[in-house]
């Protein structure tokens, strides 16, 4: 059986995307090298993640951070699980400032949790991407987007491309210096030469489209 790392090799994917791509290497070098993510080797919990991934979305990082804290308080745990979850009644949660779909979401999280639905961080280090996404997407609330940011930021999986991102997208506009913005399978197709080292190049893109709109700090682009 198969297992995945949670990690790569930043030096490695760095010389693999320097030789295949002379445009993103320009900008590479102007960027200098990326830092290896410390939440690789932090240890998570994969229900949590997702219910903060949930609450965060369409919201600004302020208030998202304020409505988490009042769910923290109102359930009486830091880890916003299916128990944790069960502790409120749906009034709570709205009082809370959780939205009705917010709150249905939360609680057909908790049921999979619970019905055992949700891979955690063992069996997901024997599972290929394209089935962690396959599993989790299967939540009210979660979309792809949701699960390659935990791929990307939280397991380090080396391959994750989301193509659908305006960031990656605006990114890839200044590399190939395009009018538009590429479409999501213009990007898929282009960024077949970054593999095995997408997810590297995700991480090159949205920097370079931050420098590109004038952005001098990064973006942060998950809650994770």
Request: proline fraction near 6%.
């Amino acid at each position: 059986m198969a297992r995945y790392r949670r990690g790569y090799d930043t030096g490695a994917a760095d010389a693999h995307l320097a030789q295949a791509d002379p445009r993103l290497a320009a900008w590479m070098r102007r960027i200098g090298p990326l830092e290896p993510d410390a939440r690789w080797r932090r240890p998570f919990d994969p229900v949590d993640a997702l219910a903060r991934a949930i609450l965060y979305q369409q919201l600004s990082g302020k208030a998202a951070a304020t409505i988490v804290g009042r769910v923290e308080q109102a359930t009486g745990s830091r880890r916003l699980h299916a128990d944790a979850l069960d502790r409120v009644d749906d009034a709570t949660l709205r009082a809370c400032g959780v939205s009705g779909n917010k709150t249905l979401a939360l609680r057909d999280l908790a049921r999979r949790e619970q019905a055992g639905e949700i891979p955690g961080l063992r069996r997901m280090s024997t599972m290929h991407e394209d089935e962690i996404i396959s599993a989790l997407v299967q939540v009210r609330g979660i979309g792809r987007w949701t699960v390659q940011m935990m791929l990307m930021f939280r397991l380090g999986r080396p391959d994750v491309l989301p193509a659908d991102d305006l960031g990656i997208r605006k990114g890839l506009q200044a590399v190939d210096r395009l009018e538009a913005p590429p479409t999501p399978r213009q990007v898929l197709e282009r960024g077949q030469a970054w593999a095995p080292w997408r997810t590297a190049a995700s991480l090159y893109l949205w920097r370079i489209a931050d420098l590109a709109s004038g952005n001098k700090a990064p973006t942060r682009r998950s809650q994770e």
